[in-house]
Nanobody
């Protein structure tokens, strides 16, 4: 059974940094897209960043210049380095892998940015 396991969330002051990780537990093949999403209280889940199989990277306008998405193909692991965090970045962050066999989601990790 394939699972995505996120880690790295926590409480940080505004202006601080965090690094999220998303690792695969189990065997997975044919990953075409790796992505981070987030969902703030009372809001819909929104895309944050993604990286395609061909290494094309896309960021939401709200995080451009502050967040960096990366991956380790050998480990099927994805990262989200977050700098200059703002209170509005507070949300549950989810990783998502799109594969030939369908979508996989992590359980979510809470990021809280205090002002």
């Amino acid at each position: 059974q394939v699972q995505l396991v996120e880690s790295g969330g926590g409480l940080v002051q505004a202006g601080g940094s965090l690094r999220l990780s998303c690792a695969v537990s189990g065997s997975i093949a044919g990953i075409t897209l790796m992505a981070w999403y987030r969902q703030a209280p009372g809001k819909q889940r929104e895309p944050v960043a993604n990286i395609s199989r061909s290494a094309i990277i896309t960021y939401a306008d709200s995080v451009k210049g502050r967040f960096t998405i990366s991956r380790d193909n050998a480990k099927n692991t994805m990262y989200l380095q977050m700098y200059s965090l703002k209170p509005e970045d507070t949300a549950v962050y989810y990783c998502n892998f799109v594969t030939w066999d369908g979508d996989y989601w992590g359980q979510g990790t809470q990021v809280t940015v205090s002002s």
